[in-house]
């Protein structure tokens, strides 16, 4: 006999569940699971999705932080080429960290609500 999800947890089901953290979504989709709920596919979709999100979130973290060293590296590149030649080949390659960087911001551009999701915040919307 498979089990019918309430309305409650429902809503845990759809991108409702963003709304509230990953590790309640976490909690009901192992009471699912356990209770034999009918549709398994659809949950190991939400977890690659989560899984998906969370390496998106981290991604789109480091490609800020890249981006911001990137930024301050070709400005010093910029004012000492003069002095010395190594700040041309240094000016090159955080020329190329900014514009990769900023290209992953761009492909891994979560909302704010999807980043709280995925940072396990707790606090309900």
């Known amino acids: 006999m498979s089990y019918t999800p309430n309305a409650s947890e429902a809503k845990f089901l759809t991108v409702e569940r963003f709304k ?3 590790l309640e979504t976490q ?3 192992e009471k699912l699971k ?3 709920f009918a549709d398994l596919a659809l949950l190991d979709q939400i977890e690659k999705e989560d899984l998906f999100l969370k390496i998106r979130a981290r991604s789109y973290r480091r490609c800020k932080v890249q981006f911001l060293v990137a930024i301050p590296i070709i400005f010093l590149g910029l004012v000492f080429k003069d002095e010395f030649s ?3 080949l240094t000016t090159a390659i955080a ?3 900014l514009i990769s960087s900023f290209f992953g911001l761009q492909s891994n ?3 704010k609500l999807e980043k709280k999701y995925s940072t396990n915040s707790t606090q309900n919307y």
């Open 20 to 22: 509230y953290s990953r």
């Open 27 to 29: 909690a009901v989709i």
């Open 34 to 36: 356990a209770a034999n």
């Open 86 to 88: 190594v700040f041309y």
């Open 95 to 97: 020329t190329y960290f």
């Open 109 to 111: 551009k979560i909302s």
